[in-house]
């Protein structure tokens, strides 16, 4: 679900189609039918944006099951391993005793002290303003982490009979999920959405395992990380996470994306999912940071290794154990500075100078001429690509009026430079420079390191405190070559840790992330990455096998292949099966052994029942997989770490035609993050001026906002211009032609493309209307070989509460024949422009 | 003429396989044409360089062929478990992608109120662009909050960063924003 696996990841797709060719079921359930709907043995066409509701139907039809409720394998795997029998607090409210609310509502944020666990208490709840920063952060920045409850531990229910243990609250919050009610909010017939779930329950259990898959048609929705949610539950649910088969696959869109989200270049964390701190009085300091983000149970519990050793690589010899090793050279957060606010920032001149380095927001950037507007807006513009890009042409719709000084410096490519990424599966995967890059080209980190260089050099003789911190960063890697290249392997060497010293021949590289120390003698880069360079590059490695190759790179945390593996043993530590054996506990050897490396402590006894007064590993018990949750433990409940409620809730989308069937008081996410600026309107909630279901994909021959693909002929040929997808019914509805000129339109703008009329979209029966989608590809811009239309020209810039994630999946619209004419043809106009300066700029 | 005649045809015969297959006795070299004999691999005198692809998150290995210091070919690496040697359409186009008369190779600059982009020196562009920084950065930097807590930031310079880029590239671009007080650093990860 939420990804159209077959065309967007084709490569790994081929280990899907192998497991068909051996039996395996392969369900797609999809707004669009496409190539991995033809290969599906199942497919469900839904109404984009109603995920949770389609998954909601399995999670209840799951526990209401004979199966389910009788099989020793789910029963024990839920009731060791998950909340289930975790009794929440008696103040707790449901979405249907509140209308669509739950307990906690206050204004316009949800206060979550109703959904703790029994007897506990989230300590930053106390300070006045937690509440207030709560709403505006992207992440929801103390509690994360879990390291300050207080109280407990909360009662449990192992016979899950309690009226409030979790496992109960999830029955009763999941019932209205009925096939017929869902089928009427997704627009798909019940009995197919019925032989979904009774799929999965076939094919999950002690011997067999089901996967599921998603993209960023689960994420991008104001409901995203919700809808993750529920598959986690369900497939928690399921005993599918853990275990060999099993788990939630994310299919991630860019080559290291989930490397730069483990040493984010994102505003709000620093390396390692640590949290940058904010101006509360909680972060005041290292230890009252410390106390509110670590130093509970499980992984977290070393917070002040993670964070004293991030400072050291950072400032080196000036962060010592008297100065709280320079905690106080962080910058402070006191808002929300992510990708919208920062677009919003441009308009209103308080972001005046822009790196933008291989992004393309011009294009990729949801209402699109409100970031091309942004761009406008900068008093200065750094574009750092391999190709011209609409990001950097945004100046030339309006030359004259436009004061940005705007410089483009040509990058190298991924063959030009050293480096790794970290895929998909967690795996960081070294690359070797191979050839130099042409002319001015120069990598990214040449850049960034040279920038640096010369501001450290700009501030040198500054006596402010404010300029202390960059004169004290550590900047001293090896450089080679006639451009000076900064030697990557040592800032690899840095990311992984070293013990600290001042000179690099006296640093001895770190082999496990159990040698970080909180004393200042080890400095690390990111605490999740220790281990990928112990002196040897083991990110390079190439071993590979038929089974997990862990020879083969380096996968975060310590190289294990299937996190939370620990659970693919029973409670004793026997593997659950023959079939799906992959880590168990060894009583000759004393330790964990298997096929993996195991995601546990090595020699933590199955039976150990954790030690309460302890933090870190100490503290969590043998039967408790799930280590970086201070009480071990799947969770089916979220008794904090979610700004939207402790369950997922089936919301309409921001723009939706039709109204919410379930809870009709609260129809849409109440905690969404809007904008609600000049230049950025929304369409109201059924507005008959936009009828239509719009939802926005990628193509096989081209990649994101275009600017890595569209100015090569090969893949020009392939995929020649921008299109929408739509129905025989909805083109007789509009008098369209098949591959005639359509125009859409949304409150934002209009944009145009060729239609392609098929038979792979259909309409949807939902609350008796007919309900139309139509699919664009959002990868084309003026710029290129290949231009079109920007499908996010239409989009508009809102987000989920939790982290900041667009809703480009789903919006509304109307479309018509014929071509753009009036105001929106400057578009057209426009692009034509930025092609001549591209061809300006690569020739000469 | 005619000794040049028969000096063709008896030439002609000679190369007839049949015949150089009977003189010769087998097949082997034998079979070979001499325009065959003089193809050979474009990928004969090339070094192999370990590489991934760039693109969707995958992973899929590449083996980079080069020569006279030029990439020649890119193409999946067998030896990968991720891929086995296969690519998709944008994978396999890590050639074009790398060798193409559309990249950018010099460092342009627009002025204020420009027309058109200028060639400008890469020392230039990099001085200029250090020195704006600093600018911005001490005019709208800000020590604490109206209530006096502190931020020690400033909102006035941001980066935003691609999700191709390397780790190491990501650990740069974060380490310096630390350093230098910026706090709008956002990436591709996010939306």
Redesign the interface.
């Known amino acids: 679900m939420g990804s159209n696996f077959a065309e ?5 797709f ?1 280990f899907a189609l192998r497991a068909r060719e051996h039996g395996a079921e392969l369900v797609h359930v999809d707004p669009r039918f496409n190539r991995t709907s033809a290969h599906a043995t199942q497919y469900a066409q839904i109404r984009a944006g109603t995920d949770i509701a389609f998954l909601g139907a399995l999670v209840n039809h799951v526990l209401h099951s004979e199966r389910w409720n009788t099989d020793p394998f789910f029963q024990e795997y839920v009731r060791r391993f998950t909340n289930a029998a975790t009794i929440i607090e008696r103040g707790f409210r449901d979405v249907g005793e509140l209308g669509g609310m739950f307990s906690g509502w206050e204004d316009d944020h949800y206060c979550p002290d109703t959904w703790q666990y029994e007897g506990t208490q989230r300590v930053v709840h106390l300070h006045e303003r937690y509440t207030e920063l709560c709403r505006i952060l ?1 992440h929801e920045a103390h509690s994360l982490h879990g390291g300050r409850t207080v109280g407990g531990p909360p009662p449990r229910d192992p016979t899950l009979q309690d009226p409030r243990c979790v496992l109960q609250l999830l029955r009763r919050h999941f019932a209205p999920y009925t096939p017929e009610a869902v089928s009427e909010i997704c627009g798909v017939p019940a009995e197919r959405i019925t032989r979904v779930a009774e799929t999965l329950l076939a094919n999950s259990g002690a011997d067999r395992t089901t996967a599921v898959t998603y993209a960023v048609g689960w994420t ?1 929705h104001t409901t995203g990380p919700q809808i993750i949610a529920t598959a986690a539950i369900l497939q928690l649910l399921l005993g599918n996470i853990g275990r060999p088969g099993g788990g939630i696959l994310v ?17 709000d964390m ?2 390692g999912y640590l949290h ?1 701190p904010t ?2 009085d909680t972060h ?1 300091t290292l230890d009252t940071y410390i106390a509110n983000e670590g130093g509970g149970a499980g992984q977290w519990g070393y917070a002040r290794e993670y964070l004293v050793s991030l400072l050291k ?2 400032f080196g010899e000036a962060a010592t154990a008297e100065n709280d090793f320079c905690y ?7 808002g929300d ?3 919208f606010p ?1 677009f919003v ?1 441009m308009h209103e001149g ?12 011009a294009v ?3 209402n699109a001429e409100y970031q091309r507007e942004g761009l406008r807006r900068l ?2 513009l ?1 574009v750092r ?4 890009t609409e990001s950097a042409t945004a ?1 030339e719709s309006d ?13 190298a ?5 050293d ?7 967690r ?10 890059p ?8 040449w ?6 260089r ?2 450290k050099a ?2 040198r003789r500054s006596s402010e405190p ?1 300029d202390r ?2 004169q ?2 550590t900047w001293d890697y090896p450089l080679h070559g006639d451009g000076e290249e ?1 030697v ?1 392997d040592y ?2 060497r ?2 992984n840790g070293y013990t600290w010293a001042p000179t690099w021949s006296a640093r001895a590289q770190l082999q496990h992330m159990a040698d970080l120390r909180a004393d200042g003698s080890t400095a690390c ?2 605490w999740l ?1 220790a281990g990928v360079h112990t002196g040897r590059n083991v990110a ?1 490695a ?1 071993v ?3 089974y997990v ?1 862990p020879g ?1 790179g380096f996968s975060w945390p310590n190289n294990v292949r299937l996190l939370y593996n620990r659970a693919s043993a029973d409670a004793l530590g026997n593997p659950w099966s023959e079939e799906k054996k992959y880590v168990w506990w060894d009583e000759v050897l004393g330790r964990w052994t298997g096929l993996d490396v195991p995601d546990f402590p090595a020699e933590k006894r199955p039976d150990d029942p954790g030690d309460r007064d302890a933090t870190g590993m100490a503290a969590v018990a043998g039967d408790s997989p799930f280590v970086m949750k201070p009480d071990g433990k799947g969770w089916l409940f979220f008794p904090f770490g979610m700004k939207d409620g402790p369950m997922p809730t089936h919301y309409e989308p921001w723009e939706t035609p039709v109204h919410n069937a379930l809870y009709a008081e609260a129809e849409r996410n109440p905690v969404t993050k809007h904008w609600d600026v000049p230049g950025n309107p929304y369409n109201d909630v059924a507005n008959p001026a936009y009828p239509h279901v719009i939802t926005t994909y990628r193509l ?5 906002g275009g600017g ?2 569209r ?5 020009a040929e ?1 995929q020649p211009g921008a299109f929408v997808e739509i129905s025989p019914e909805l083109a007789a509805e509009e008098g369209i032609e098949h591959l005639g000129w359509v125009t859409l339109r949304t409150a934002r703008g209009e944009a145009e493309a060729r239609a392609f009329v098929t038979r792979r979209m259909r309409p949807l029966s939902v609350q008796g209307r007919v309900i139309h989608q139509i699919g664009f590809p959002w990868h084309f811009g003026g710029d290129g ?1 290949v231009t079109g239309d920007s499908a996010n020209l239409l989009a508009s810039m809102v987000a989920d509460p939790n ?4 809703e ?1 999946k789903v919006f509304t619209c109307a479309i018509r024949a014929g071509r753009l004419t009036g105001d929106g043809a400057r578009a057209v106009a426009g692009a034509g422009g930025g092609t001549g ?2 061809r ?3 020739e ?1 | 003429m005619i000794r040049r005649s028969l000096h063709v045809l008896g030439n002609a015969i000679a190369r007839w396989p049949v015949a150089r297959q009977i003189a010769e006795s087998g097949l082997g070299d034998a079979a070979v044409s001499a325009r065959t004999r003089r193809l050979h691999s474009r990928l004969e005198g090339t070094s192999t ?13 590449t083996l ?1 062929r ?1 020569k006279d ?3 020649v070919d ?1 193409e999946g690496n067998p ?5 086995q040697g ?9 050639f ?3 060798v ?18 200028e ?1 400008v020196s ?1 020392d230039w ?10 600018e ?1 950065r001490d005019r ?2 800000r ?1 604490t ?1 109206g209530a006096g ?5 400033t ?37």
Request: proline share 7%; hydrophobic share 40%; glycine share 8%.
């Open positions: 967007c990841h084709p490569v790994a081929r992207s991008q299919l991630r869109g860019h080559a290291t994306i989930q490397g730069s989200t483990d040493i984010p270049t994102l505003y620093l390396p940058m101006e509360l005041a690589a950072y106080e050279y962080l910058p402070r957060i006191d500075y992510s990708h920062m920032a308080r972001l005046q100078g822009l790196f933008l380095m291989g992004q393309n927001p990729g950037g949801p008093r200065w750094v690509d391999i190709f011209l100046w030359p004259a009026g436009c004061d940005t000084e705007v410089f483009l410096l040509p990058a490519t991924v063959v030009e430079k480096g790794s990424f970290t895929n998909t599966h795996l960081i995967q070294w690359h070797d420079k191979a050839v130099e042409p002319g001015d080209a120069r990598s990214d980190a850049f960034v390191y040279h920038l640096g010369r501001l700009l501030y404010r911190p960059i004290a960063l900064p990557i800032v690899l840095e990311i880069g990111c990455y390079a190439r590979p096998d038929d190759s083969w096989t021959e081209h990649h994101t890595m693909t100015w090569n002929s090969w893949l392939l070989i982290v900041s994630i667009h480009g300066g591209a300006r700029g690569s000469r | 360089v370990e590489s991934v692809c760039p693109y969707c998150a995958v992973g899929c290995g980079v080069v210091g030029q990439v890119v030896e990968s478990p991720i891929n296969t690519l998709c359409p944008k994978g396999a186009d890590t074009q992608y790398t193409n008369p559309n990249r950018l190779t010099t460092a342009l600059y627009r002025r204020p109120r420009g027309t058109q982009w060639e890469l562009a990099m001085d200029r662009i250090a020195r704006l920084t600093r911005t709208t930097w020590d909050d807590r502190p931020l020690r930031h909102p006035g310079v941001g980066f935003l960063g691609g999700a191709a880029l390397d780790n190491e590239e990501n650990y740069l671009i974060k380490k310096l924003c630390v350093g230098a007080g910026i706090v709008f650093v956002e990436n591709q990860a996010r939306i």
